[in-house]
Antibody
Framework: EVQLVESGGGLVQPGGSLRLSCAAS????????MNWVRQAPGKGLEWVSY????????YYADSVKGRFTISRDNAKNSLYLQMNSLRVEDTAVYHC????????????WGQGTLVTVSS | DIQMTQSPSSLSASVGDRVTITCRAS??????LNWFHQKPGKAPKLLIY???SLQSGVPSRFTGSGSGTDFTLTISSLQPEDFATYYC?????????FGQGTKVEIK
């Protein structure tokens, strides 16, 4: 069974940093690209970042470019999101999601971890 | 960025009704269009990918159609478990963008 479990969320002050993790199991993690997608409270879905299976291709949304860094450790079946210079508007539930090759759809999602940026 | 616009933003329907949700892209996304639904407090679930392909395990009452800029999700006979918020998403080019969502409520 495919499982994605996020961790690392919490309350942080504006300007602070957090590192999110996503533990993957039930599939060959090293064969799949991954996404981070977030959802602010009561709002819609926003794609944040993409990383290819070998980490050779990385994309970011403009809203996080220069502040967030996506990475992965295929030996540990883990995906990460380092978030620096956090803003109030980064408050959201952050989901990791597996990307289906060729069609680039996200077929499995984790339940998410809540990041709250507030003073 | 490609803007995705869904309509309606919300709808009320009864069990057994046929429901149609539309999604329009601000430029062509060919067939790189996906549909999800999401229940409160839960992760989104992929229903349709590549505009018209049914994700494994999703009931056949869900169908997707369209290409280019105009797409449709149809639920042929609404079931109690289908009451949720539906999102379209283009995966043609980054940033991958979502529609604003369509909330399907019980009449």
């Amino acid at each position: 069974e495919v499982q994605l479990v996020e961790s690392g969320g919490g309350l942080v002050q504006p300007g602070g940093s957090l590192r999110l993790s996503c533990a993957a199991s039930g599939f060959t993690f090293s064969s799949y690209s991954m996404n981070w997608v977030r959802q602010a409270p009561g709002k819609g879905l926003e794609w944040v970042s993409y990383i290819s299976s070998s980490s050779s291709i990385i994309y970011y949304a403009d809203s996080v470019k220069g502040r967030f860094t996506i990475s992965r450790d295929n030996a540990k079946n883990s995906l990460y999101l380092q978030m620096n210079s956090l803003r109030v508007e980064d408050t959201a539930v952050y989901h990791c999601a597996r990307v289906v090759p060729a069609v680039t759809a996200t077929d499995y999602w984790g339940q998410g971890t809540l990041v709250t940026v507030s003073s | 960025d490609i803007q995705m616009t869904q309509s309606p933003s919300s709808l009320s329907a009864s069990v057994g009704d046929r429901v149609t949700i539309t999604c329009r892209a601000s430029q062509s996304v060919t067939s790189y269009l996906n549909w999800f639904h999401q229940k409160p407090g839960k992760a989104p679930k992929l229903l349709i990918y590549a505009a018209s392909s049914l994700q494994s395990g999703v009931p056949s009452r869900f169908t997707g159609s369209g290409s280019g800029t105009d797409f449709t999700l149809t639920i042929s006979s609404l079931q109690p478990e289908d009451f949720a918020t539906y999102y379209c998403q283009q995966s043609y080019s980054t940033p991958w963008t979502f529609g604003q969502g369509t909330k399907v409520e019980i009449k």
